[in-house]
């Protein structure tokens, strides 16, 4: 199935639908915007056994995958409609006037309010969880934004379907028209005309950090400039202390080559650098790590462009001054596309080469040997923003090594003890994000609920007559919710 790009024409018309939804969507209860999130994951879940084929033709990715992807992007959500409704997200902080004091103080009620129309471009790698119908739509709509996707050209049709699931929930709800357009289009120039329309009053981005780069300087380059929530990627690093390495390590190298090639290492948080004190310890470490990657097959990736980056990067690693294969995939098959691959490297030459510092998306991962715990902790302080890192240490290693920990710390948004980075938790305590250039903004998350305050901002209210305000700050609190009163926190009315 084929599908035409948007004309200028389609954008402003789809832009100018969504900016006059938002005047009346903004104004939605918690409850209505929930009931809405909760019927497009019914929808979603109707579309049965067609959308799950449609994805494997179009992605590689198997059935069992897919079908725990959708159960995902099901269950965010429901999840997050649970928290829109709840209300804790709107932040919200009431300080009740004191007339008699000198000078008199206000009355000042603050919440969050939604920014407007949300653009959203679909990830290639989470063909639900990440694109149509995933984490940023789903926070968009509690924040009370219409949102426009651009369907990612690698699975069009299967956005096509979820789009579709959107529309008729929209429309069984009676949702204001424009509520929800879907995007198409293969090139940059459809991506940029919706970027820089003066509707668009945000972006949700998970890709590359070319693309997500691109499009948070064109927002920046705006007569109003606008948030950008771009997830670029990560190499997430894994720190391994020597410790934890001489007692462990068999069980730590069978977890860290499952969590290499998992799903063909084609995760934002695939561990794609090891970084250990070269001992003897660190060599047996390395050799089972060898002997389990040797006995996984390559597989297809996701689409022609990926195994195409993986297939040169990998090779331009790998043909780095000092750089070592240690093993690659000797499964017989005629499959070459996602080959598993280990290699490694001393620190020196690590630190003075920048190309071993950048991402290989796929099942490839380079051990980085470092001298001693010294040399481990500049590693730690010449690597950029991360996603997450990892660390495989001891009780008696982390006591030891307070230096290399806090510097570890500095890189990510989410630090790991013993532990895998694969699998992110849908939670309201989990952090999907990090330093640049991981992401754009490393305050927030596109992971749990807390996502939702990417796309609103606060208004404080001040000396309003308690009926012209919103339900959220009135002195009876109609909503029941959470709010910070006189620097308490209750659910207790005004009075």
């Not at 067609?50 to 992807?69: D, N, Q, S, Y």
């Not at 780069?213 to 391994?240: H, T, W, Y």
């Not at 084609?266 to 089972?288: A, R, V, Y």
Request: proline share 5%.
């Amino acid at each position: 199935m084929g599908f035409t790009d948007a004309t200028q024409v389609q954008l402003d018309e789809a832009m100018n639908k969504a900016w006059n939804a938002f005047s009346t969507y903004r104004k939605y209860s918690l409850k209505q915007r929930a009931a809405f999130m909760r019927a497009i994951a019914i929808e979603v879940e109707a579309l049965g056994d067609v959308l799950i084929t449609t994805a494997m033709a179009e992605t590689h990715l198997p059935e069992a995958r897919l079908k725990g992807e959708r159960a995902r992007t099901i269950f965010q959500l429901n999840s997050y409609a649970d928290a829109c409704e709840k209300g804790d997200w709107l932040e919200v902080r009431i300080d009740t006037a004191i007339p008699d004091k000198t000078p008199p103080k206000p009355d000042l009620r603050k919440m969050l309010v939604a920014l407007g129309p949300v653009v959203v471009f679909g990830a290639s790698n989470f063909p639900f969880a990440y694109s149509t119908a995933g984490g940023d739509t789903a926070t968009a709509f509690a924040a009370g934004c219409p949102v426009i996707v651009k369907a990612h050209p690698a699975h069009a049709a299967t956005s096509e379907l979820v789009a579709q699931a959107i529309l008729k929930a929209a429309l069984k709800l009676n949702m204001p028209e424009g509520i929800f357009s879907h995007i198409h289009g293969s090139g940059f120039e459809v991506g940029k005309a919706l970027v820089l329309h003066p509707y668009t009053k945000a972006v949700g981005f998970t890709g590359s950090y070319v693309g997500g780069k691109a499009l948070f300087d064109l927002a920046n380059q705006r007569r109003e400039p606008i948030p950008v929530f771009s997830e670029m990627g990560s190499i997430n690093p894994v720190f391994l202390l020597s410790g934890k390495i001489k007692a462990d390590a068999t069980n730590v190298a069978k977890m860290y080559a499952a969590s290499i090639t998992l799903s063909v290492g084609q995760f934002c948080t695939n561990p794609g650098l090891l970084i250990g004190i070269d001992n003897s310890d660190l060599k047996n470490f390395i050799q089972i790590l060898a002997t389990e990657i040797k006995q996984i097959a390559p597989a297809p990736m996701l689409h022609a462009g990926i195994a195409k980056a993986y297939t040169e990067k990998r090779l331009a690693a790998l043909s780095q001054k000092n750089v070592t294969l240690v093993a690659e995939s000797a499964v017989e098959t005629d499959q070459k596309e996602g080959m598993p691959t280990i290699a490694t490297v001393d620190a020196d030459t690590f630190l003075q080469n920048i190309l071993l510092h950048q991402e290989v998306f796929g099942p490839y991962s380079l051990i980085v040997r470092c001298k001693d715990e010294m040399q481990m902790t500049e590693v730690a302080k010449h690597l950029e923003g991360q996603l997450t890192s990892s660390l495989l240490a001891t009780k008696e290693d982390i006591s030891n090594n307070p230096l290399l920990i806090d510097a570890i710390e500095q890189l990510c948004g989410r630090f790991i003890l013993n532990g895998v980075p694969t699998g992110v938790e849908v939670c309201l305590s989990m952090h999907h994000g990090g330093p640049f250039p991981a992401t754009t903004d490393s305050r927030y998350t596109s992971v749990g609920a807390d996502g939702i305050k990417r796309f609103a901002r606060p208004v404080a209210f001040q000396n309003w007559a308690d009926e012209f305000l919103p339900d959220e700050l009135k002195n009876s609190n109609p909503l029941k919710i959470w709010r910070t009163v006189n620097n308490e926190l209750t659910k207790e009315p005004i009075l």
